[in-house]
């Protein structure tokens, strides 16, 4: 008989383990504060125009307690349901034959004739175009809403999970810090209930969005030459 036991979560930790990876956390927010601010670090390069995030910062109110946090903007998550549906819309005519994930020859070939060869069932336009046309459609038909709202997660075994959709056009670091500020005046989940909904031309950017990986105080050297040769991308569909 096999016996599974269950991964400590982050309050089950010993305090000496907790007590370790938050001077770590706290050390790297001071170390980071003169170019992010102060009251967050992360390793996403922050250019002024992030459509989402990875990054930490500490409680007010509970000894020892970090936030491993996932920020994105409300366009964002508006972008991911209408995509998510125009993919379903897809398959649901014609399932995919191939993956991007297939580095074999014959399996980029089927890839590469799913993706762009035309198709009775979409109307004779090809997988990419029907994707991109349903994107459009979708987002135009104000079908979906989302929610500026932050919710907590328990069983992260780094610091406590936290997820939050902002209703800001980009996250910037004024715009993270301004959150994190907020945030910790009550450290409690919050979801507006106003409604948000996107055309596709507000929606702006459509497609992959990523985030370099740059320690902040290398921000000076990717600006100068545009590109992080060093840095390593992150994606988010």
Not at 17 to 37: D, H, M, W
Not at 47 to 75: M, P
Request: glycine share 6%; with cysteine; proline share 4%.
């Amino acid at each position: 008989m096999t016996t599974h036991h269950r991964r400590k979560n982050w309050l089950e930790r010993p305090r000496s383990q907790r007590k370790k990876l938050y001077l770590g956390v706290r050390n790297r927010i001071r170390e980071y504060a003169p170019i992010l601010g102060g009251l967050f670090e992360s390793q996403d390069y922050m250019h002024g125009s992030n459509a989402w995030i990875d990054a930490c910062f500490l409680s007010k109110h509970r000894a020892l307690v970090f936030y491993n946090c996932t920020l994105e903007t409300t366009r964002y998550r508006y972008k991911e349901i209408v995509e998510s549906r125009a993919w379903e819309n897809a398959e649901k005519l014609l399932p995919r034959q191939g993956s991007a994930l297939d580095f074999g020859p014959e399996g980029q070939r089927r890839f590469e004739n799913d993706m762009h060869a035309a198709r009775t069932e979409f109307g004779g336009l090809t997988r990419a175009e029907f994707w991109n046309a349903e994107e459009k459609r979708i987002a135009d038909s104000l079908e979906f809403a989302v929610n500026e709202e932050v919710t907590l997660h328990y069983d992260y075994r780094y610091g406590i999970g936290l997820h939050a959709t902002l209703n800001v056009p980009h996250l910037t670091i004024a715009a993270v810090n301004d959150f994190v500020r907020r945030f910790q005046k009550c450290e409690k989940p919050y979801s507006d209930p106003a409604p948000l909904r996107y055309s596709y031309e507000e929606v702006g950017h459509w497609g992959l969005d990523a985030n370099q990986i740059v320690e902040p105080k290398d921000y000076a050297a990717v600006e100068d030459t545009g590109v992080s040769d060093s840095g390593v991308s992150q994606e988010k569909s």
